[in-house]
């Protein structure tokens, strides 16, 4: 299968992006299957992009061989109707280029970079950015699919989670594969600058939630993920169209009466559970998470119930 050139990627980063969860049998073993009936569930209801990344695919809880067939059923299962964007974990530049070079070879359209972090530095770009922008570049060189900056250090290994410079977005942004960007945190400040400086060279992707990519669409942001899009992308779909195309009134009703009210609760949760949990109640292959993240309690799963009802996600009786 042949991919996406990065500047095609980058064109076709509009819209609604769904993160995919990696779906697991009551034995945690992968449920393939099931992975497979989402992405085409996805595909047929409007879905714009599908990506795997570090936090919601969970791919700290895979094995390398396991981050490659999952990657591979999520393509195969795209079947091309969407981009497919890939993502490496926090491995070391030869083992990220080769999981790259993997994941262009099965026909992903782009690859999420995620640097690993030093457990023993918080980030000090003064320290860190030289050898971030060198696992990019290294990465870009021996390649030719496009690449997407996961902008921050990841919480845990190697400091608090904090964004990444300006400045290095900034270089990175100035490598040819390099045409996205997972905006992840929810700072007005340095979104609207990060926004402003580079928004002529990568496709940004929002992951704030609704009531933040009301605010940075109207910066240029021409994407953002989807919690609610996974077991209903209509709603999702219809939010953004609505906001495209200025009709921002509706975008704020569809976002104050059933987005937010349905994240309200479902974010003192593990994320990641609650979207399977809803998934379930849709009627789409959910599953347990795989050990030692923790299962949902039937009081949260009950919660979760209530919400998609009152907010019509999940129909009342």
Same mark, same amino acid.
């Given at each position: 299968?042949?991919?996406?050139?990065?500047?095609?990627?980058?064109?076709?980063?509009?819209?609604?992006?769904?993160?995919?969860?990696?779906?697991?049998?009551?034995?945690?073993?992968?449920?393939?299957?099931?992975?497979?009936?989402?992405?085409?569930?996805?595909?047929?209801?409007?879905?714009?992009?599908?990506?795997?990344?570090?936090?919601?695919?969970?791919?700290?809880?895979?094995?390398?061989?396991?981050?490659?067939?999952?990657?591979?059923?999520?393509?195969?299962?795209?079947?091309?109707?969407?981009?497919?964007?890939?993502?490496?974990?926090?491995?070391?530049?030869?083992?990220?280029?080769?999981?790259?070079?993997?994941a262009q070879d099965v026909g992903a359209d782009g690859c999420i970079v995620v640097p690993p972090g030093n457990p023993y530095t918080t980030y000090n770009p003064?320290?860190?950015?030289?050898?971030?922008?060198?696992?990019?570049?290294?990465?870009?060189?021996?390649?030719?699919?496009?690449?997407?900056?996961?902008?921050?250090? $990841?919480?845990?290994?190697?400091?608090?989670?904090?964004?990444?410079?300006?400045?290095?977005?900034?270089?990175?942004?100035?490598?040819?594969?390099?045409?996205?960007?997972?905006?992840?945190?929810?700072?007005?400040?340095y979104a609207q600058a990060l926004i402003r400086q580079t928004r002529d060279r990568l496709a940004i992707i929002a992951d704030w939630g609704p009531e933040h990519?009301?605010?940075?669409?109207?910066?240029?942001?021409?994407?953002?993920?989807?919690?609610?899009?996974?077991?209903?992308?209509?709603?999702?779909?219809?939010?953004?169209?609505?906001?495209?195309?200025?009709?921002?009134?509706?975008?704020?009703?569809?976002?104050?009466? $059933?987005?937010?009210?349905?994240?309200?609760?479902?974010?003192?949760?593990?994320?990641?559970?609650?979207?399977?949990?809803?998934?379930?109640?849709?009627?789409?292959?959910?599953?347990?998470?795989?050990?030692?993240?923790? =299962?949902?309690?039937?009081? =949260?799963?009950?919660?979760?119930? =209530?919400?998609?009802?009152?907010?019509?996600?999940?129909?009342?009786?």
């Open positions: 299968m042949t991919s996406t050139k990065p500047q095609e990627l980058k064109e076709k980063i509009v819209g609604v992006v769904a993160g995919l969860p990696t779906l697991f049998h009551d034995d945690y073993t992968i449920n393939y299957e099931g992975m497979h009936e989402h992405v085409d569930f996805l595909a047929g209801h409007g879905m714009d992009v599908v990506m795997l990344s570090l936090g919601i695919s969970e791919l700290r809880f895979l094995d390398y061989d396991e981050v490659k067939a999952v990657t591979r059923t999520v393509v195969e299962a795209a079947a091309g109707r969407l981009p497919v964007i890939a993502s490496t974990a926090e491995w070391w530049t030869g083992q990220a280029l080769d999981f790259v070079k993997y003064a320290l860190h950015d030289d050898t971030i922008y060198r696992h990019y570049e290294t990465i870009a060189a021996a390649t030719d699919i496009g690449l997407v900056i996961h902008e921050r250090n $990841v919480p845990g290994r190697g400091g608090n989670g904090g964004p990444f410079s300006l400045s290095l977005v900034n270089r990175l942004a100035d490598i040819d594969s390099v045409v996205g960007l997972k905006l992840e945190g929810g700072d007005p400040y990519f009301l605010f940075v669409h109207a910066l240029g942001v021409p994407a953002f993920i989807t919690g609610v899009g996974q077991f209903a992308p209509q709603v999702s779909s219809y939010f953004w169209h609505a906001l495209h195309s200025g009709d921002l009134e509706e975008a704020r009703k569809v976002a104050n009466e $059933v987005m937010t009210p349905y994240y309200g609760p479902v974010v003192t949760m593990d994320w990641v559970a609650a979207l399977k949990v809803s998934m379930e109640f849709a009627g789409l292959p959910g599953g347990p998470m795989r050990p030692p993240n923790a =299962q949902l309690t039937p009081q =949260q799963r009950e919660t979760i119930r =209530q919400a998609m009802r009152e907010t019509g996600l999940l129909p009342k009786g």
